[in-house]
């Protein structure tokens, strides 16, 4: 099992930044990949960025240039970092782990974002 525990969500003037952060706990050695998804009322939940143990990142179009997803292992931890953040950012964001071999996922219960034009 796996626990996270998101935090730094919050409200934000559009152009201003936050930073996100998510904790794990439980059997961390398993977690191969660690990621931030969205979902904002009435849509689908969406990935923003993820990293794999190895460092490498991935980020959706929308956020490319204005986020930076970073991770401690020796803290067991991810953040993600956004930058001139826009009205459309405006959603829960879910912290996720990926574990291997046996595919698991695993969630945070949340945290929410809201950008004020």
């Known amino acids: 099992q796996v626990q996270l525990v998101e935090s730094g969500g919050g409200l934000v003037q559009a152009g201003g930044s936050l930073r996100l952060s998510c904790a794990a706990s439980?059997?961390?050695?398993?977690?191969?990949?660690m990621g931030w998804y969205r979902q904002a009322p009435g849509k689908q939940r969406e990935l923003v960025a993820s990293i794999t143990r190895g460092g490498s990142r991935n980020y959706a179009d929308s956020v490319k240039g204005r986020s930076t997803i970073s991770r401690d292992n020796a803290k067991n931890t991810v953040y993600l970092q956004m930058n001139s953040l826009k009205p459309e950012d405006t959603a829960v964001y879910y912290c996720?782990?990926?574990?291997?071999?046996?595919?698991?996922?695993?969630w945070g219960q949340g945290t929410q974002v809201t950008v004020s034009s």
């Open positions: 439980g059997i961390i050695f398993s977690i191969n990949v």
């Open positions: 996720n782990a990926y574990t291997y071999p046996t595919g698991n996922d695993y």
